[in-house]
């Protein structure tokens, strides 16, 4: 069976925000298929079913913060006017059930599955990190070079590369 929505276009929206792996309020009901509105409006009348470590509302800084980071048009501009929810794996399950619409069940399978993969990398790289650790101790100093190496290109890198391509106007 087809992916109702490619694994890769969740993967893209999912963020790290208070040590939780989390989705927005708005990137949920555009892949359940309903207006944010309807979304939000769900979570109100079952809020019983969204405990804290299921859903969170973001902080005016996080906001900023990740506003700044995905670049999202701001409120004078049709932006949103209220802090946005943000679901953990558990939440956006939950999210399907509340919206009770047959393409918010199927797209939940396809959530949940973007969330375990991102889960399994990240236990991957802790995996690699730890034999990384055996080997140092294995071998001697002459191969410290190549192990530094190797750590360095694990660690994500501390700031974006400059945008490259053509900028109309002759803009620089």
């Given at each position: 069976?087809?992916?109702?929505?490619?694994?890769?276009?969740?993967?893209?929206?999912?963020?790290?925000?208070?040590?939780?792996?989390?989705?927005?309020?708005?990137?949920?009901?555009?892949?359940?298929?309903?207006?944010?509105?309807?979304?939000?409006?769900?979570?109100?009348?079952?809020?019983?079913?969204?405990?804290?470590?299921?859903?969170?509302?973001?902080?005016?800084?996080e906001?900023?913060?990740?506003?700044?980071?995905?670049?999202?048009?701001?409120?004078?501009?049709?932006?949103?006017?209220?802090?946005?929810?943000?679901?953990?794996?558990?939440?956006?399950?939950?999210?399907?059930?509340?919206?009770?619409?047959?393409?918010?069940?199927?797209?939940?399978?396809?959530?949940?599955?973007?969330?375990?993969?991102?889960?399994e990398?990240?236990?991957?790289?802790?995996?690699?990190?730890?034999?990384?650790?055996?080997?140092?101790?294995?071998?001697?100093?002459?191969?410290?070079?190549?192990?530094?190496?190797?750590?360095?290109?694990?660690?994500?890198p501390?700031?974006?590369?400059?945008?490259i391509?053509?900028?109309?106007?002759?803009?620089?």
């Open positions: 069976m087809k992916a109702l929505i490619p694994l890769d276009r969740i993967e893209r929206r999912i963020y790290l925000i208070r040590g939780h792996k989390v989705m927005l309020d708005r990137d949920l009901a555009g892949i359940y298929g309903v207006s944010t509105a309807r979304l939000n409006e769900q979570v109100k009348r079952n809020e019983a079913r969204f405990p804290k470590d299921f859903m969170f509302q973001l902080s005016a800084r906001n900023g913060i990740l506003m700044s980071q995905i670049a999202t048009s701001s409120s004078d501009h049709g932006g949103h006017r209220k802090l946005p929810r943000v679901f953990t794996e558990h939440g956006a399950v939950m999210l399907a059930s509340v919206l009770n619409s047959p393409m918010a069940l199927r797209a939940s399978v396809e959530v949940v599955r973007a969330f375990v993969k991102l889960r990398m990240i236990a991957s790289h802790r995996d690699l990190a730890r034999r990384l650790d055996e080997l140092e101790k294995k071998y001697d100093a002459q191969f410290r070079v190549v192990f530094d190496a190797i750590r360095e290109l694990m660690e994500p501390e700031k974006p590369m400059p945008r391509g053509f900028k109309p106007g002759g803009e620089e």
